[in-house]
Every structure is written in C-alpha cells, then in structure tokens.
C-alpha cells in the first residue's frame, strides 16, 4: 500500500509553532509519539508521493525554495498570492532534503501511514522565505460528532421543537419579525449523508417550508444522524436561506489532509461567497500538528470572512481530552490526553462548547449549565491552544483565566449552544423522531442564528457578520444590551465554568435579538 507524505511550511504573518517535547533534540512527544508507539514501524517509507505544506513569510514567489527544492529532486506547487506552498516527491526525497527518518507504521486499526519521529527544521539558506513546517505525517486522526440520542429530561417532550429552540436563544422575535434566513446561505460540512424524506417530515410536522439542499461532491455515504441533524437544526431557525451540504470524506482520504481542506473552503467560498459556515466534525488534536499544518485552511477561511463568511465549528465531545485516543477509554486520562479540536481552535474560527438546558414548556429559558456525562466520558470540550497566540480581541475578557493557563494563547471555546442529548433538539431519521446533541448540535444552531442575523444587518442597512469573534469579544466586554447568558454551573473534565469567560463554555450561550442589535450598534458607529 502507497501512502502519501505531507509537511506543511506557512506565512508568518506569523503562526506560533507547536512546542517540542522534551527529551532528543527535535524529537516530537506528547500524542504524537504515543501514536507512533502504539503503532508497528514498518521500515523506510517506499510513498513515491510525498508533500510538503511550507508556510512563507510572504506573498511572493518564493525563488530561492523553489531552487533549493530542484537541486534535490523535489517539486514545488504554489499559487500567486498564497502564503504556504507544497513540496512534493518521494518519502525518502524528503527525508534526505530535511534530515530526518521517515517510516512508514501500521496503525491499531490496520491503516498504514508514513511519520517522522523529529520535526524538520528550516533548511540552511530559506529562512529568509519560509517561516515554518509542518509535520511529517501520512495519518489524520478524523472524528464525527455524534448527536448521542437519547429522551430529553428538562426541555418540552421529545426534545425541542423548531418555535421552542428559537423561544431558548431569542430568536422568536426577530423570526416574527420576518427574519427567517431569505437570502441567506448556509454550508454543512460533513462525513456522512442525510435522506431527503427525512427532511420532508422534520418541515412538514412543524409547518416550515419543503427544502433540498445543494450537495457538493455527492452524498458523503449513507444517511447519518449528524447530516440530518444539521440540516434540521439550520432549518429550524433559519428556514428561508439554502442549505448547502460539502461531502468532506475526500479530506481523509488517502494523504494531504490540510491541504484538502484548505481547498475544500476556497471552493466553498468561490461557489457560495458570503455563506454560514457549520462545521460538526474533527480533524483530530491540535497536539499531533503545527500551526503550519492549518496554514491552507486558515488563509482560504481568512479569505472567506473578507466576503462576509462567519464560520462555527463544534469543539468536540471528549469533556477537554480531545487528544486521547477514540480506542483506548479503559485508561485514565493523562496530560497528554488534554487537548483541542485542531481546525476548531483556528483563531478565525467560532468555537462552539455545549451546555445542558433547562426551559419552560415552550421553550422560554430557565438555565444552563457546562454539558459533561460523566458515565459515558462525554461532554464539551476546550482548553489553551498549543499551536495558536491569543489574539488581541480576546485579551482582556479572558485575561483572569489566561493568567493561571499557559498565559498568551488562544483560549476555546468561544461560545456555547445546548449541546446535551437529554435537553436536545427534536428531529427525523429514519422516519422516527429522535433527539439530537452533542457540540455537534451546537455548531449549527450557532449558523441558523447567524443567517437569521445577517438578513437583518442587511435589511438596516448593514453588512454580514464576517469575521464574528473580534465582534463577540467587544461585545461582552460592554454593549448597550446584555447578549450572552454566562454559564457558571459545572465543568467537563479539565475545568469548570465560572462566572465570566470560562475554557468550557466561552462567553455563554446567546440572546439573539439583543446581540443582533448590539452588532447593528457597532456597524452604525463603524460603517
């Protein structure tokens, strides 16, 4: 079996690099190096199509990479205008070019994948051009979310209806109001497929409008519950705008993960300029890569919001032990468990944690608390950054939970949405009703708002939300209306929600109507 290899070099515009652990010089730890150990090393990589991601330190073309990379066999793709490049050729090329071993591993599960143990180092004579690398690895640790369901406890019977999710987060006003997502586009990315009739009988038991949404790439396999889910949810609240579903799985298949997905969102934004971005899945801990690996999907996601695209992604289910591996549960966690959604924890990202809800019979909010089963090893996620600096938006808010965790990083979540299956959302798969959860959940009702609040910036006059999280954090630190419901009851199981911005719930579940009218303020006194 042919595996092909991938290292990332990207823009400086400056990405933090991933620490190294200690022990061998250059010598990677932490998951990383517990992967390789839980894995059978195969000998020399025989891949005959390796990559390499460089991130430059500049817009131009980079001359002197491209000559390093011909003297040594090795070829060089990059687009005007982008911050990172690709090299590619042979395993053992790439090897030789970086110094370093590169072998290929057999994984528990039977996959073969190519890794390096050490982490390349700039070559001699580039460092003027490229500013980092990214890892030596042929393997992408992938997750779907699960909507987990199960019956609700403390919503409305059978889980909440479309009218009581929007009563939760108050966003009924403005949907009487007419703002219901017309105009709007909204994209799912994701790993598996929805049945239309399933969405026929979601729209036609609670009286919304018939919708298809647009699919790209095909059906990403069978209908699963984390597609219906999405898409039922967006619907719920936003019934007006189009649904747009990306087939994701070619991303994790076969190599070059980070690149695929940085070409997934420029198509994305190409195709559906403008559009909410719902992101329900994972490409593993942020603590196996560096922060050049994300560099094609952090620079197409930049270019995205200049067009007015917000994006959400769920932070992930493993109550802040993201980086513990999916197989392995009977052990106890560890510090290296500790870890982030990768792509979630992307600065320009909204990061979505999950709460528990409580709600009256119509759904009129009672209370909300940070979501963590304790017997099933579930709930929200979030924690520090090991690849991201905190941005300056973020200080301040978040400075009294920066100071006693790894101060000066990117803190996650950003925000939180209901996310526990026994106070979830009510939808159809299969033709039986079921209730969904999970941060999964949360990412889209997160998009639904969005959509809902784009439409009526736009009708004032205003324009779309774009980049949200500098907006958000402006927001709480003083607006003319209170927009986050601050989440202070429970934990997950690194830390605990307190008063405040908190590394399990962020800034708090939304006031939709009030913060819509806060962004508006902001526009009107920026325009």
């Given at each position: 079996m042919v595996v092909s290899a991938l290292v990332v070099l990207t823009s400086s515009a400056g990405l933090p690099r991933a620490p190294l652990s200690a022990g061998a010089p250059g010598v990677i730890g932490g998951p990383y190096a517990d992967l390789l150990a839980g894995s059978t090393d195969l000998g020399p990589s025989r891949d005959r199509t390796a990559q390499v991601?460089?991130?430059?330190?500049?817009?131009?073309?980079?001359?002197?990479?491209?000559?390093?990379?011909?003297?040594?066999?090795?070829?060089?793709?990059?687009?005007?205008?982008?911050?990172?490049?690709?090299?590619?050729?042979?395993?053992?090329?790439?090897?030789?070019?970086?110094?370093?071993?590169?072998?290929?591993?057999?994984?528990?599960?039977?996959?073969?994948?190519?890794?390096?143990?050490?982490?390349?180092?700039?070559?001699?004579?580039?460092?003027?051009?490229?500013?980092?690398?990214?890892?030596?690895?042929?393997?992408?640790?992938?997750?779907?979310?699960?909507?987990?369901?199960?019956l609700p406890l403390d919503v409305p019977d059978q889980g909440l209806t479309p009218a009581a999710l929007r009563a939760t987060y108050r966003a009924d006003r403005l949907f009487a109001d007419g703002y219901t997502g017309k105009g709007q586009t909204i994209v799912i990315f994701a790993f598996g497929g929805f049945d239309q009739a399933d969405l026929d009988t979601f729209a036609t038991t609670f009286g919304l409008p018939k919708f298809t949404p647009t699919l790209v790439g095909g059906q990403a396999g069978d209908p699963a519950a984390e597609t219906t889910m999405d898409l039922s949810v967006v619907h719920a609240i936003a019934p007006d705008a189009r649904t747009v579903v990306v087939n994701a799985r070619p991303t994790v298949e076969g190599d070059g993960a980070y690149e695929k997905i940085g070409r997934m969102m420029e198509d994305a934004d190409r195709a559906f300029p403008g559009a909410v971005w719902s992101f329900s899945i994972s490409w593993g801990c942020d603590k196996l890569i560096t922060a050049t690996d994300l560099a094609p999907a952090r620079s197409a996601l930049v270019a995205a919001q200049r067009n007015g695209t917000t994006a959400f992604m769920a932070n992930g289910d493993l109550a802040g032990l993201e980086c513990k591996s999916g197989d392995d549960w009977s052990s106890a966690p560890e510090r290296d468990n500790i870890g982030l959604n990768s792509v979630a924890s992307l600065p320009e990202m909204v990061n979505v944690g999950g709460t528990t809800l409580s709600t009256e019979a119509n759904g009129g909010w009672l209370g909300e608390q940070a979501w963590f089963d304790v017997p099933l090893s579930l709930g929200t996620s979030g924690g520090v950054s090991e690849l991201f600096d905190m941005p300056a938006w973020q200080r301040g808010v978040t400075d009294h939970v920066a100071a006693e965790r790894n101060p000066g990083r990117r803190l996650t979540p950003d925000v939180a949405a209901v996310a526990d299956p026994f106070t979830g959302v009510r939808f159809f798969l299969h033709g039986q009703p079921t209730v969904g959860g999970g941060t999964s959940q949360a990412a889209p009702i997160w998009a639904g708002l969005a959509a809902v609040m784009n439409q009526y910036l736009l009708a004032d006059g205003g324009r779309p939300l774009g980049d949200l999280n500098p907006l958000l954090y402006r927001i709480a630190t003083g607006a003319r209306l209170p927009a986050f419901r601050d989440v202070t009851l429970g934990g997950n199981a690194v830390d605990d929600a307190t008063p405040g911005y908190d590394l399990v719930t962020g800034l708090g579940t939304p006031d939709t109507q009030n913060l819509a009218e806060n962004v508006r303020d902001l526009q009107r006194a920026a325009p």
């Open positions: 991601i460089v991130e430059l330190r500049g817009h131009a073309r980079p001359q002197a990479l491209l000559g390093w990379a011909h003297s040594r066999s090795l070829d060089v793709r990059w687009s005007p205008g982008r911050p990172w490049a690709v090299i590619e050729g042979g395993a053992q090329a790439i090897a030789g070019a970086f110094d370093v071993e590169v072998h290929d591993f057999r994984g528990r599960r039977g996959q073969v994948f190519y890794a390096s143990r050490r982490q390349p180092a700039i070559p001699d004579g580039l460092a003027d051009e490229v500013s980092g690398l990214g890892r030596i690895l042929g393997y992408t640790p992938y997750r779907e979310s699960q909507p987990w369901p199960q």
